[in-house]
């Protein structure tokens, strides 16, 4: 059996032939790493840009959002478990070639569309589809959005990042202790945020969950280290609702959102309460 190691992400799993990734979505078939999410559609919505969110880049305009499934974390609170965490088997999704999905962009812009939302799931382990997708979408002039947990590595993202236009990414705390137990690296994170913002218009989003990484230290270090790339990049600090398998927790209390995005303010220009 063929082994080969797929270079997408820093897990850089090794997988026998057959063998799918840690990501759910990444297979080795006949030696060769291949996207089997490709063109596996999940999610699929016209949604105001802000949603995403992005709130300095083209508000209010409509974005078309397509999600598949997979993702190369283990977050315990995540929103869309359903489709991240799921696997090819045992997911519906709806097959869409890119040109499909370039077409539909195309007819929904009379409804104020500018582009294509790569989203929901985590949108980078189908890069293949990403970069074909935006590849067509800026040749018809339309806009590319990732909205990532940016955990990749600098080598593929360098030639796809030229095709998008806005990223959100979410960074999901400001320790590695906290990265460790969701099967990540903070410092490959930063290492993507500084990456992208090279490249595109770049916000950031951190889902407050109390008791994990809530701390007022954290988020002053966390929006210390934003404005050392640029104080204009966005914050959005979001509070969490209780989800997955962080059912028990009580919902991020209104106020401990405001205060956080007080702190973030010392040193970014733009921060955004969310989900208040």
Request: proline fraction near 5%; charged fraction near 25%.
């Amino acid at each position: 059996m063929t082994t080969q190691t797929c270079n997408i992400c820093p897990h850089k799993c090794k997988l026998r032939e057959d063998q799918t990734g840690i990501c759910r979505a990444r297979k080795n078939v006949k030696g060769e790493i291949i996207s089997v999410n490709y063109g596996h559609v999940t999610s699929l919505a016209l949604d105001p840009i802000e949603k995403k969110p992005l709130k300095r880049f083209m508000p209010g305009t409509n974005i078309l959002s397509i999600g598949s499934f997979g993702c190369n974390l283990r977050c315990s609170f995540c929103q869309n478990h359903e489709i991240a965490m799921a696997s090819e088997p045992r997911v519906y999704s709806k097959h869409m070639e890119p040109e499909e999905l370039i077409q539909l962009a195309i007819e929904t812009r009379d409804r104020g569309n500018i582009g294509i939302a790569y989203t929901y799931n985590e949108p980078l382990i189908g890069y293949e589809y990403v970069r074909d997708s935006s590849i067509l979408a800026r040749e018809k002039g339309l806009k590319n959005v990732a909205v990532t947990n940016g955990y990749f590595n600098q080598e593929p993202m360098k030639e796809l990042l030229p095709y998008i236009d806005a990223l959100n990414i979410d960074l999901k705390a400001f320790t590695k202790d906290f990265y460790k137990r969701i099967g990540g690296d903070l410092d490959r994170v930063k290492d993507f945020i500084k990456l992208a913002s090279n490249y595109s218009h770049v916000e950031v989003t951190t889902l407050i969950i109390p008791g994990e990484n809530d701390n007022e230290d954290e988020i002053r270090d966390l929006s210390e280290f934003l404005a050392s790339i640029s104080p204009d990049i966005p914050l959005h600090l979001t509070r969490f609702f209780p989800r997955y398998k962080l059912t028990g927790k009580l919902p991020t209390s209104v106020r401990k959102i405001f205060n956080l995005a007080d702190i973030a303010r010392e040193s970014l220009n733009y921060v955004y309460e969310g989900n208040i």
